[in-house]
């Protein structure tokens, strides 16, 4: 049976990163030197790349006005396409599915951009491995799972045990440091306006919290410490200017052949049968990046070799 034609599922979202940078190290947990921190009421940064957040952790993690602004973290599944032609059939089974990175990079909770401070990557130009790269799509229909090793022939090494990069270089991003589609993602063109806005906003939320804190509404040391996050915040990004502004037009762009195990489940819902015996190819990006909010886009597509009923 031969599946010469694809069927390519496209997703793209909104992701949260709660990540140390340059000069923290990798694994610092509350930012020191680097222009990300974790406030005072967050959870600690722990570097994982969350394409889905429950909302529990969102009213921890998210800030605001990320919601005001129409941010919501998901990437979910936006249409299905046969052999580069709208596929309707599979798009009514598929559309809304969540795409979810999975696995863990130990001691990380999760898949991270692994870079390790420039000892298996390089900061310089964003070549940081998705590591470990474990897609899956999901709803309440369809199962869709993907994995690729960093090294097929040992798929239990990690990244630093292995000697010669270009064992894993296939899995490095190509780096936009000025991306249009970047931009256009997100809608802002305009990068220093953005964040005068957002240091509007804050100023703002800054006077409401100390009236409240004047006429006693609510725990003083609660407000005081709210009020302390948001000065932190306005004081971040005027201090590393363009550091923060110019990334909101960073892509890293990465695209590969999965060589570990796939399934498909629920595939006879589409009308047709997958073929889970060769790589199914994969090119994905993530950018616009917001060191404040700690959020950026993520747009991709998986395409999976297929034969209509």
Known sequence: MTFAKLLEINFQGYFLCRI??????????????????ALVQEDPLDQVIRTQITPEFAARNLREPAERMGIRIGVDVTSVLFDGQPYDHGTAVLKGAKVFLEGRDDPFPGPIYDSRNNIVGSDDNMAFVVNPFELAIRNEKVSIRAVDYLNPSDPGQKIWQIEDPATYARR????????????????????????????RYLTGRIAELERELQEGRGDPAELEARIQGLKTRIYQIEFWGDRFTNKLAFQLTY??????????EGQELLGGQVDTTHPWPVTFWFGAWDGDLLTGWMQGTLSVPFLPG
Do not use: C, H, K
């Open 20 to 37: 140390a940078t340059d000069p923290d190290p990798t694994n610092e947990e509350r930012g020191v030197s680097g222009y990300t921190m």
């Open 172 to 199: 490095f991003p190509a780096f936009t440091p000025g991306s249009q589609a970047a931009q256009e993602a997100i809608r802002v063109f305009d990068w220093y306006a953005y964040f005068l806005d957002r240091r």
């Open 255 to 264: 695209g590969f052949n999965v060589n570990g195990p796939q399934s498909f």
